[in-house]
Protein backbone atom coordinates (compact mmCIF):
# COMPACT_ATOMS: atom_id res chain seq x y z
CA UNK A 1 0.00 0.00 0.00
CA UNK A 2 1.39 3.54 -0.93
CA UNK A 3 -1.22 6.40 -1.52
CA UNK A 4 -2.38 8.37 -4.12
CA UNK A 5 -2.69 12.22 -3.86
CA UNK A 6 -4.29 14.06 -6.17
CA UNK A 7 -2.63 17.38 -7.60
CA UNK A 8 -5.29 20.34 -7.72
CA UNK A 9 -4.85 24.26 -8.34
CA UNK A 10 -5.74 27.00 -10.69
CA UNK A 11 -4.41 26.70 -14.42
CA UNK A 12 -0.75 27.57 -14.74
CA UNK A 13 0.46 27.28 -11.47
CA UNK A 14 3.18 24.79 -13.01
CA UNK A 15 0.71 21.53 -12.10
CA UNK A 16 1.50 19.63 -15.18
CA UNK A 17 5.16 20.31 -14.58
CA UNK A 18 5.23 19.02 -11.51
CA UNK A 19 3.56 16.17 -12.36
CA UNK A 20 5.70 15.39 -15.23
CA UNK A 21 8.74 15.49 -13.23
CA UNK A 22 7.90 13.93 -10.39
CA UNK A 23 6.54 11.11 -12.51
CA UNK A 24 9.58 11.38 -14.96
CA UNK A 25 7.65 11.20 -17.67
CA UNK A 26 5.88 13.67 -20.46
CA UNK A 27 2.51 11.86 -20.22
CA UNK A 28 0.46 15.54 -18.82
CA UNK A 29 1.20 18.38 -21.73
CA UNK A 30 2.44 21.33 -19.58
CA UNK A 31 1.12 24.29 -21.88
CA UNK A 32 0.94 27.99 -20.87
CA UNK A 33 -3.02 28.10 -21.45
CA UNK A 34 -5.82 26.86 -19.35
CA UNK A 35 -7.41 23.08 -19.28
CA UNK A 36 -3.97 22.03 -21.49
CA UNK A 37 -4.42 18.74 -19.18
CA UNK A 38 -7.90 17.37 -20.34
CA UNK A 39 -7.75 13.77 -18.90
CA UNK A 40 -6.42 13.41 -15.13
CA UNK A 41 -3.20 11.97 -15.77
CA UNK A 42 -1.91 9.12 -13.40
CA UNK A 43 1.42 8.48 -12.56
CA UNK A 44 3.59 6.31 -10.17
CA UNK A 45 6.48 7.04 -8.35
CA UNK A 46 9.05 4.82 -6.67
CA UNK A 47 8.92 6.24 -2.43
CA UNK A 48 12.85 6.61 -1.65
CA UNK A 49 14.02 5.35 1.49
CA UNK A 50 17.51 5.04 2.41
CA UNK A 51 16.77 2.41 5.13
CA UNK A 52 15.54 -0.37 2.68
CA UNK A 53 19.26 0.05 0.67
CA UNK A 54 20.96 -0.44 3.57
CA UNK A 55 19.01 -2.99 4.46
CA UNK A 56 19.22 -5.17 0.80
CA UNK A 57 23.31 -4.28 1.26
CA UNK A 58 23.37 -6.23 5.15
CA UNK A 59 21.03 -9.14 3.72
CA UNK A 60 22.51 -9.62 0.36
CA UNK A 61 19.16 -8.68 -1.30
CA UNK A 62 18.84 -9.96 -5.16
CA UNK A 63 16.65 -7.03 -5.47
CA UNK A 64 14.93 -4.13 -3.71
CA UNK A 65 11.16 -3.40 -4.04
CA UNK A 66 10.13 0.36 -2.80
CA UNK A 67 6.94 1.46 -1.62
CA UNK A 68 4.52 3.02 -3.99
CA UNK A 69 3.10 6.69 -4.38
CA UNK A 70 0.35 7.39 -6.86
CA UNK A 71 -0.27 11.12 -7.99
CA UNK A 72 -3.32 12.20 -10.24
CA UNK A 73 -2.98 15.33 -12.31
CA UNK A 74 -5.82 16.74 -12.42
CA UNK A 75 -7.38 19.66 -14.68
CA UNK A 76 -6.98 23.11 -13.65
CA UNK A 77 -10.12 24.46 -11.49
CA UNK A 78 -11.42 27.97 -12.12
CA UNK A 79 -13.89 29.67 -9.91
CA UNK A 80 -17.48 28.98 -10.87
CA UNK A 81 -15.70 24.71 -11.37
CA UNK A 82 -18.87 23.52 -9.13
CA UNK A 83 -21.46 24.45 -11.34
CA UNK A 84 -19.43 23.07 -14.47
CA UNK A 85 -17.37 26.43 -15.21
CA UNK A 86 -14.31 25.58 -17.36
CA UNK A 87 -13.52 21.69 -16.65
CA UNK A 88 -14.49 21.45 -13.25
CA UNK A 89 -17.40 18.96 -12.96
CA UNK A 90 -15.88 16.29 -14.77
CA UNK A 91 -12.65 15.81 -12.73
CA UNK A 92 -14.29 16.86 -9.32
CA UNK A 93 -15.29 13.42 -9.34
CA UNK A 94 -11.36 12.32 -10.09
CA UNK A 95 -10.71 13.85 -6.31
CA UNK A 96 -13.07 12.01 -4.61
CA UNK A 97 -10.79 8.89 -5.52
CA UNK A 98 -7.29 10.30 -4.06
CA UNK A 99 -6.01 9.91 -0.79
CA UNK A 100 -5.01 13.39 -0.19
CA UNK A 101 -4.91 16.65 -2.41
CA UNK A 102 -1.58 18.37 -2.85
CA UNK A 103 -2.54 22.00 -3.40
CA UNK A 104 -0.28 23.70 -5.83
CA UNK A 105 -0.25 27.47 -5.86
CA UNK A 106 1.45 29.39 -7.54
CA UNK A 107 4.52 31.39 -5.32
CA UNK A 108 6.42 33.21 -8.55
CA UNK A 109 6.38 36.04 -10.58
CA UNK A 110 6.92 35.45 -14.19
CA UNK A 111 5.11 37.91 -16.54
CA UNK A 112 5.37 35.52 -19.62
CA UNK A 113 3.39 32.69 -17.96
CA UNK A 114 -0.29 33.99 -17.71
CA UNK A 115 -2.40 33.67 -14.25
CA UNK A 116 -6.31 33.24 -14.87
CA UNK A 117 -7.35 35.79 -12.65
CA UNK A 118 -4.54 38.30 -14.09
CA UNK A 119 -2.63 38.41 -10.41
CA UNK A 120 -0.53 36.42 -7.89
CA UNK A 121 -2.39 35.60 -5.12
CA UNK A 122 -1.59 32.06 -3.60
CA UNK A 123 -4.09 32.67 -0.60
CA UNK A 124 -6.94 33.94 -2.53
CA UNK A 125 -6.29 30.80 -5.05
CA UNK A 126 -6.34 28.64 -2.16
CA UNK A 127 -9.35 29.69 -1.02
CA UNK A 128 -11.12 29.92 -4.40
CA UNK A 129 -10.62 26.30 -4.72
CA UNK A 130 -11.39 25.41 -1.21
CA UNK A 131 -14.72 27.62 -2.09
CA UNK A 132 -15.53 25.31 -5.64
CA UNK A 133 -14.70 22.01 -3.40
CA UNK A 134 -17.55 23.59 0.08
CA UNK A 135 -20.04 23.79 -2.71
CA UNK A 136 -19.46 20.81 -5.14
CA UNK A 137 -20.05 18.40 -1.20
CA UNK A 138 -23.13 20.79 -0.63
CA UNK A 139 -24.61 19.92 -3.75
CA UNK A 140 -23.77 16.47 -3.32
CA UNK A 141 -24.85 16.16 0.05
CA UNK A 142 -28.33 18.04 -1.22
CA UNK A 143 -29.13 15.54 -3.37
CA UNK A 144 -28.09 12.63 -0.93
CA UNK A 145 -30.31 13.98 1.80
CA UNK A 146 -33.27 13.60 -0.41
CA UNK A 147 -32.88 9.74 -0.88
CA UNK A 148 -31.71 8.85 2.43
CA UNK A 149 -34.72 10.54 4.35
CA UNK A 150 -37.20 8.35 2.22
CA UNK A 151 -34.94 5.21 3.80
CA UNK A 152 -34.91 6.73 7.14
CA UNK A 153 -38.85 6.58 7.08
CA UNK A 154 -38.61 2.82 7.57
CA UNK A 155 -36.08 2.41 10.19
CA UNK A 156 -32.98 1.87 7.79
CA UNK A 157 -30.06 2.20 10.49
CA UNK A 158 -27.34 3.10 8.15
CA UNK A 159 -29.25 5.69 6.40
CA UNK A 160 -30.20 7.22 9.75
CA UNK A 161 -26.31 7.23 9.90
CA UNK A 162 -25.77 8.62 6.91
CA UNK A 163 -28.01 11.41 7.60
CA UNK A 164 -26.71 12.74 10.73
CA UNK A 165 -23.47 12.40 9.52
CA UNK A 166 -24.46 14.33 6.01
CA UNK A 167 -26.25 17.06 8.49
CA UNK A 168 -23.39 17.72 10.74
CA UNK A 169 -21.05 18.43 7.34
CA UNK A 170 -23.66 20.11 5.85
CA UNK A 171 -23.73 22.70 8.81
CA UNK A 172 -20.16 23.28 8.62
CA UNK A 173 -19.52 23.93 5.08
CA UNK A 174 -22.79 26.46 5.21
CA UNK A 175 -20.92 27.88 8.39
CA UNK A 176 -18.21 28.94 5.59
CA UNK A 177 -15.95 25.60 7.10
CA UNK A 178 -14.66 22.29 5.15
CA UNK A 179 -15.92 19.21 6.22
CA UNK A 180 -13.05 18.11 7.98
CA UNK A 181 -13.33 20.13 10.24
CA UNK A 182 -16.24 17.98 12.05
CA UNK A 183 -15.50 15.76 14.80
CA UNK A 184 -16.52 12.36 14.24
CA UNK A 185 -16.85 9.24 16.49
CA UNK A 186 -14.70 6.35 15.84
CA UNK A 187 -18.10 4.27 15.89
CA UNK A 188 -18.90 6.43 12.66
CA UNK A 189 -15.34 7.21 11.05
CA UNK A 190 -16.28 4.46 8.24
CA UNK A 191 -19.53 5.61 7.62
CA UNK A 192 -18.09 9.15 7.48
CA UNK A 193 -15.08 7.76 4.95
CA UNK A 194 -17.39 6.33 2.74
CA UNK A 195 -19.67 9.98 2.17
CA UNK A 196 -16.09 10.73 0.02
CA UNK A 197 -16.89 13.77 0.76
CA UNK A 198 -14.38 16.51 -0.96
CA UNK A 199 -13.34 18.49 2.02
CA UNK A 200 -12.55 16.03 3.97
CA UNK A 201 -9.35 15.10 2.52
CA UNK A 202 -6.54 16.21 3.66
CA UNK A 203 -4.78 19.14 2.44
CA UNK A 204 -0.98 20.09 1.39
CA UNK A 205 -0.12 23.60 0.04
CA UNK A 206 2.58 23.07 -2.52
CA UNK A 207 4.13 26.48 -3.14
CA UNK A 208 6.31 26.39 -6.47
CA UNK A 209 8.18 29.23 -6.20
CA UNK A 210 10.94 30.34 -8.23
CA UNK A 211 14.30 28.59 -9.05
CA UNK A 212 16.19 31.31 -6.54
CA UNK A 213 13.77 31.00 -4.17
CA UNK A 214 13.61 27.45 -3.55
CA UNK A 215 15.43 26.86 -0.44
CA UNK A 216 14.48 29.68 1.93
CA UNK A 217 10.90 30.73 -0.41
CA UNK A 218 9.67 33.81 -0.70
CA UNK A 219 7.21 36.56 0.63
CA UNK A 220 4.03 34.21 -1.47
CA UNK A 221 5.11 31.02 -0.09
CA UNK A 222 5.33 32.42 4.19
CA UNK A 223 1.75 33.91 3.13
CA UNK A 224 0.67 30.22 2.66
CA UNK A 225 2.76 28.64 5.30
CA UNK A 226 0.42 31.26 7.54
CA UNK A 227 -2.39 30.08 6.42
CA UNK A 228 -1.73 26.64 6.66
CA UNK A 229 -0.69 27.02 10.30
CA UNK A 230 -3.73 28.87 10.56
CA UNK A 231 -5.83 25.89 9.54
CA UNK A 232 -3.73 22.89 10.72
CA UNK A 233 -2.77 21.91 7.56
CA UNK A 234 0.56 21.76 6.11
CA UNK A 235 2.83 23.29 3.20
CA UNK A 236 6.05 22.45 1.26
CA UNK A 237 8.21 24.73 -0.60
CA UNK A 238 9.11 23.17 -3.97
CA UNK A 239 10.32 24.94 -7.32
CA UNK A 240 8.89 22.61 -10.31
CA UNK A 241 11.18 23.87 -12.72
CA UNK A 242 14.07 22.77 -10.79
CA UNK A 243 11.91 19.25 -10.09
CA UNK A 244 11.72 19.12 -13.84
CA UNK A 245 15.27 19.65 -14.42
CA UNK A 246 16.54 17.29 -11.86
CA UNK A 247 14.29 14.51 -13.56
CA UNK A 248 16.28 14.90 -16.62
CA UNK A 249 19.65 14.20 -14.82
CA UNK A 250 21.73 10.81 -13.67
CA UNK A 251 21.49 10.09 -10.22
CA UNK A 252 25.17 11.87 -9.22
CA UNK A 253 24.86 14.71 -11.26
CA UNK A 254 21.55 15.65 -9.11
CA UNK A 255 22.76 15.28 -6.15
CA UNK A 256 25.68 18.34 -7.53
CA UNK A 257 22.76 19.81 -9.04
CA UNK A 258 21.05 19.98 -5.48
CA UNK A 259 24.26 20.74 -3.94
CA UNK A 260 24.77 23.94 -6.06
CA UNK A 261 21.13 24.95 -5.35
CA UNK A 262 21.05 25.20 -1.52
CA UNK A 263 18.73 21.98 -1.17
CA UNK A 264 19.43 18.83 0.83
CA UNK A 265 16.86 16.59 -1.04
CA UNK A 266 14.87 16.73 -4.12
CA UNK A 267 11.48 18.19 -4.16
CA UNK A 268 9.84 14.94 -4.29
CA UNK A 269 11.54 13.08 -1.16
CA UNK A 270 10.16 16.51 0.94
CA UNK A 271 6.98 16.25 -1.00
CA UNK A 272 6.74 12.54 0.11
CA UNK A 273 7.96 12.79 3.58
CA UNK A 274 5.38 15.36 3.73
CA UNK A 275 2.34 13.72 2.79
CA UNK A 276 3.48 10.75 4.63
CA UNK A 277 3.16 12.72 7.84
CA UNK A 278 -0.34 14.30 6.69
CA UNK A 279 -2.02 11.08 6.67
CA UNK A 280 0.27 9.39 9.63
CA UNK A 281 1.78 6.70 7.59
CA UNK A 282 4.74 4.64 8.44
CA UNK A 283 7.16 2.10 6.85
CA UNK A 284 7.75 -1.30 7.80
CA UNK A 285 9.72 -3.63 5.78
CA UNK A 286 10.87 -7.63 4.50
CA UNK A 287 14.34 -8.48 4.20
CA UNK A 288 15.74 -11.49 2.88
CA UNK A 289 18.08 -12.64 0.76
CA UNK A 290 15.42 -13.17 -2.24
CA UNK A 291 14.12 -9.51 -1.72
CA UNK A 292 14.59 -6.04 0.44
CA UNK A 293 10.90 -4.64 0.65
CA UNK A 294 9.22 -1.37 1.92
CA UNK A 295 5.76 -1.75 3.43
CA UNK A 296 3.29 1.02 3.70
CA UNK A 297 0.43 0.94 6.84
CA UNK A 298 -1.07 3.19 8.58
CA UNK A 299 0.47 4.40 11.93
CA UNK A 300 -0.84 2.58 15.19
CA UNK A 301 -1.41 -0.53 12.43
CA UNK A 302 -1.60 -3.47 14.40
CA UNK A 303 0.47 -6.59 12.89
CA UNK A 304 -2.07 -8.97 11.81
CA UNK A 305 -3.29 -5.75 9.60
CA UNK A 306 0.55 -5.18 8.91
CA UNK A 307 0.74 -8.58 7.60
CA UNK A 308 -2.30 -8.65 5.59
CA UNK A 309 -1.25 -5.57 3.73
CA UNK A 310 1.22 -8.42 1.82
CA UNK A 311 -1.59 -11.06 1.67
CA UNK A 312 -5.23 -11.37 2.87
CA UNK A 313 -3.84 -15.00 3.68
CA UNK A 314 -1.01 -13.72 6.66
CA UNK A 315 -3.96 -11.79 7.89
CA UNK A 316 -6.75 -14.98 8.51
CA UNK A 317 -4.13 -17.29 9.69
CA UNK A 318 -1.80 -14.80 11.81
CA UNK A 319 0.24 -16.36 14.45
CA UNK A 320 3.05 -14.25 15.22
CA UNK A 321 5.36 -11.72 14.08
CA UNK A 322 8.98 -11.91 14.78
CA UNK A 323 10.43 -8.06 14.78
CA UNK A 324 13.47 -6.38 14.33
CA UNK A 325 13.99 -2.64 15.17
CA UNK A 326 16.04 -0.93 12.30
CA UNK A 327 18.86 0.58 14.09
CA UNK A 328 19.52 -2.78 15.63
CA UNK A 329 19.12 -4.52 12.52
CA UNK A 330 21.45 -2.27 11.17
CA UNK A 331 23.96 -1.89 14.05
CA UNK A 332 24.32 -5.18 14.71
CA UNK A 333 24.55 -5.96 11.05
CA UNK A 334 21.78 -8.41 10.03
CA UNK A 335 18.90 -11.10 11.23
CA UNK A 336 21.16 -13.49 12.43
CA UNK A 337 23.04 -11.47 15.17
CA UNK A 338 20.50 -9.82 16.16
CA UNK A 339 18.49 -12.63 16.76
CA UNK A 340 21.76 -13.73 19.02
CA UNK A 341 21.90 -10.16 20.85
CA UNK A 342 18.47 -11.00 21.59
CA UNK A 343 17.34 -8.18 19.58
CA UNK A 344 14.20 -10.23 18.13
CA UNK A 345 11.16 -10.32 19.88
CA UNK A 346 7.98 -12.85 18.80
CA UNK A 347 4.56 -10.46 19.35
CA UNK A 348 1.42 -11.50 18.98
CA UNK A 349 -2.06 -10.21 17.62
CA UNK A 350 -2.09 -6.73 19.88
CA UNK A 351 1.00 -5.41 18.70
CA UNK A 352 1.47 -2.09 17.12
CA UNK A 353 3.96 -1.96 14.44
CA UNK A 354 6.60 0.67 14.80
CA UNK A 355 8.07 3.10 11.88
CA UNK A 356 11.27 0.69 10.80
CA UNK A 357 10.30 -2.56 11.86
CA UNK A 358 11.93 -5.59 10.41
CA UNK A 359 9.04 -8.03 10.24
CA UNK A 360 8.69 -12.08 9.69
CA UNK A 361 5.27 -13.19 9.82
CA UNK A 362 3.91 -16.50 10.87
CA UNK A 363 0.38 -17.73 9.71
CA UNK A 364 -1.72 -20.86 9.23
CA UNK A 365 -2.50 -21.95 5.33
Not at 168 to 187: C, I, N, S, T, Y
Amino acid sequence: MGFKMGIVGMPNVGKSTLFNALTRTAAAQAANFPFCTIEPNVGEVAVPDARLDKLAAIASSKSIIPTRMTFVDIAGLVKGASKGEGLGNQFLANIRETDAIAHVLRCFEDGDVTHVDGRVDPVADAETIETELMLADLESIEKRLQNLIRKTRGGDKDAVQQVRLLEEAKAALEDGKPARVVEVDDDDLKAWNMLQLLTTKPVLYVCNVGESEASEGNAHSAAVAAMAEAQGNSHVIISAQIEEEISQLEDDEAVMFLEEMGLAEAGLDRLIKAGYALLHLETYFTVGPKEARAWTVPAETKAPQAAGVIHGDFEKGFIRAETIAYDDFVTLGGEQPAKEAGKMRAEGKGYVVKDGDVLHFLFNT
